[in-house]
């Protein structure tokens, strides 16, 4: 069951990439939190900055060209941005773990998955290397991977890409981290290896009450994991809410574009597939006002010259950018 104590909490965060060609705000002004035993997911288009948002919590941006150059990040009370690398070492794979969405870029393939999953066991449980491939099989056996005293001496070239990210899973949950961070988990996974990924985070999260951020741009994985969903776009939230009031009263137009954008299936007619047009501004030339304004049908002229905040609708968890709010409903 979960409960009102946030775990995590992300206040103002500005995480900006100095390159030679400009500064660029991946990150800008981003703030919410995660409860104890609650899944967060965060969705919006590529270049969004969901990924850099995810990346910035356990401090695993380059330094530089990366730079923290505003805000907090508060994990169980304490600020991560204000840790040394030996003490960020001690939470990532512990405390807080990440399931990246490439898993065959995130294994070393010279290594077993079994001395992989073994390593995070014995640098953050202290057990011995005999008892630690004892927990590596175990957690094999866990996310169901067949035969798992075979496949733990076996390298990642040797799996399927849906296996490989079962071993990701596996040495996320080594250690029973209180937050795990899944950045896209099941992209490249066919439907079947995606609804067993699902099954098992869920099962995980119920028997251990983690809390789960959980990045995608697929809505029906939104609408099957999600507590609460955040709305990002161009570096900023635009919307964010409880999965119901999301899906049943989406505000903001970037929003009710991504929902409408949902395949429908209709068997007595065609029905169009919804395209939002236009593309996710370079982060090097920002468009003035709303950054959403060149691709919004409903833009006036506020949108053009003055960028909106978050406004609250009715309770702090659910807010909406858009200067559309005071002036009704948008459909």
Known sequence: MKNNEKLLEINNLHTYFFTQDGMVPAVEGVSFHIKKGETLCVVGES???????????????????????????????????????????????????????????????????????????????????????????????????????????????????????????????????????????????????????????????????????????????????????????????VEQGRVEEIFNEPKHPYTIGLLKSIPQIDGRRKVDLHVIEGMVPSLYNLPKGCRFNPRCKFAMDICLEKEPSLMNLGHEERQCACWLISEGEVR
């Not at 401090?59 to 960020?88: A, C, H, Q, T």
């Not at 590596?136 to 490989?164: C, T």
């Open 47 to 237: 270049g969004c900055g969901k990924s850099v948002t995810a990346m910035s919590i356990l401090k695993l941006i380059p330094v530089p060209p990366g730079r923290y150059v505003d805000g907090e990040i508060l994990f169980n009370g304490e600020n991560i941005l204000n840790k040394s690398d030996e003490e960020m070492r001690k939470i990532r794979g512990n405390d807080i773990s990440m399931i990246f969405q490439e898993p065959m870029t995130s294994l070393n393939p010279v290594y077993t998955v079994g001395d992989q999953i073994a390593e995070a066991v014995v640098l953050h449980q202290k057990l011995n290397r005999s008892d630690a491939m004892k927990v590596a099989i175990e957690m094999l056996k866990k996310v169901g991977i067949p035969l798992p005293e075979k496949r733990v001496k076996e390298y990642p070239h040797q799996l399927s890409g849906g296996m490989r990210q079962r071993v990701m899973i596996a040495m996320a949950l080594s250690c029973n981290p209180m937050l795990l961070i899944a950045d896209e988990p099941t992209t490249a996974l066919d439907v079947t290896v995606q609804a067993q990924i699902l099954d098992l985070m869920r099962k995980m999260k119920k028997d251990s009450n983690a809390s789960i951020l959980f990045i995608t741009h697929d809505l029906g994985v939104v609408a099957e994991m999600a507590d609460r969903v955040v709305v990002m776009y161009a570096g900023k939230i």
